[in-house]
Nanobody
């Protein structure tokens, strides 16, 4: 079973930066599509960034140009560098992984058997 452990969240002022990490076990990480999600209070979980096995990336419009997804296959770890943070970015952030053939559309469904505990990001004005 896939296990995901997110970390790196915290409280930051608007305009600041954070780097989130996600350690993945129980999966062949180097063959996985990775995705970062977030869920704000009272809202549905939304996909914010995806990286393919080949390193291709895609982002939600709300974060494009500010967030960068990356991976270290040797460490089974995914990262989300978040710059120019806005109050609207406040949420619990999660990662997940899918099969090599996955896509942004499929990742959007967030239909996964397991999730990590997430990491809270709070941006103050």
């Amino acid at each position: 079973q896939v296990q995901l452990v997110e970390s790196g969240g915290g409280l930051v002022q608007a305009g600041g930066s954070l780097r989130l990490s996600c350690v993945v076990s129980g999966s062949t990480f180097r063959l996985n599509v990775i995705g970062w999600y977030r869920q704000a209070p009272g809202k549905q979980r939304e996909l914010v960034a995806v990286m393919s096995v080949a390193g291709n990336t895609n982002y939600a419009d709300s974060v494009r140009g500010r967030f960068t997804i990356s991976r270290d296959n040797a460490k089974n770890t995914a990262y989300l560098q978040m710059n120019s943070l806005q109050v609207e970015d406040t949420a619990v952030y999660y990662c997940n992984v899918d099969v090599l053939s996955s896509s942004w559309e499929k990742m959007t469904t967030a239909d996964f058997r397991s999730w990590g505990q997430g990491t809270q990001v709070t941006v103050s004005s």
